[in-house]
């Protein structure tokens, strides 16, 4: 089915990936040989079914349900995967909630849960698979983040703030892990067509956006797969690469 597979025999894990952007990035590095691991915390039916279509097309994939908010269920789904598969050579932190709201009446249980999970969970997988990787001598991290990260966005204090987060994480991770092989990166998509971001398209929206349309979840999943795929990516690491139609140039 698959001709050129230069993910062959290697190990993606990603987070959050039952559905949206996640959903195809785990068939896009299926597609390109990875045996994927599909985590989710609450959709297990869309785990299962997306597992079952990536057979169907001749890839591997298994789901794994973890919280990656939750340290001993971070630490618990990199040991289960280690056991099953002796390696993990790509993980994609893309694992994200939205809680909008303006900062004057956001509810401090709003802001941390937004941290816990889109910050501190990137944290927490990162470092969960460190020492495998680094042992290893090789390994890609790859972090979703936003263009709302770069630019602000009003009613997403606790988005921007974590997803900005990611970016400092991502190269302080990058400039730790150089010297073993593994690299680090992040990649902003702008405003993409998803479930979370049906409600978005207007077209004001559609006016700040140079190419003049959303992005497809595809689009999102090539980068990926190229900054996961050695050796095209093998010399990038510490970089933010914003998928984004041009609307923030900077």
């Known amino acids: 089915m698959f001709h050129h597979q230069p993910l062959s025999g290697q190990t993606a894990l990603i987070t959050g990936a039952s559905r949206g952007i ?10 390109a040989g990875a045996t994927v691991v599909v985590n989710y915390a609450h959709s297990e039916t869309a785990a ?18 973890a919280n990656v908010a939750n340290e001993e269920e971070v630490e618990a789904m990199v040991k289960q995967i280690l056991e099953r598969e002796n390696r993990i ?11 909008d709201g303006l900062l004057m009446r956001m509810k401090t249980a709003d802001w941390q849960s937004v941290i ?18 680094l042992k290893a001598r090789s390994g890609r991290i790859i972090n979703i ?10 009613g997403q204090a606790n988005y921007s703030a974590a997803k900005a987060g990611v970016i400092g994480l991502t190269r302080s991770t990058a400039a730790e892990f150089a010297s073993r092989g593994v690299t680090v990166n992040a990649v902003a998509p ?3 067509a998803t479930d979370m971001t049906k409600e978005l398209e207007s077209e004001a929206i559609l006016r700040s956006i140079p190419l003049g349309r959303m992005g497809s979840t595809k689009e999102v999943a090539g980068v990926v797969r190229f900054l996961a795929a050695d050796p095209a990516a093998s010399y990038i690491t510490g ?5 984004d139609g041009g609307m923030v140039m900077r």
Request: glycine residues 10%.
């Open 89 to 99: 050579d790509i993980l994609i932190n893309n694992a994200g909630i939205t809680k």
């Open 116 to 133: 816990d999970l889109n910050l501190t969970g990137v944290f927490l997988c990162s470092r969960a698979v460190s020492r495998a990787m």
């Open 190 to 192: 702008g405003f993409i």
């Open 48 to 65: 299962a079914a997306l597992v079952t279509s990536i057979a169907a097309a001749g890839g591997k994939a298994w789901s794994l349900k």
């Open 145 to 154: 983040t936003s263009v709302v990260a770069l630019m602000g966005n009003p």
């Open 239 to 243: 970089q933010v690469l914003q998928v």
């Open 22 to 31: 996640g959903a195809a990035i785990a068939a896009e590095l299926a597609a």
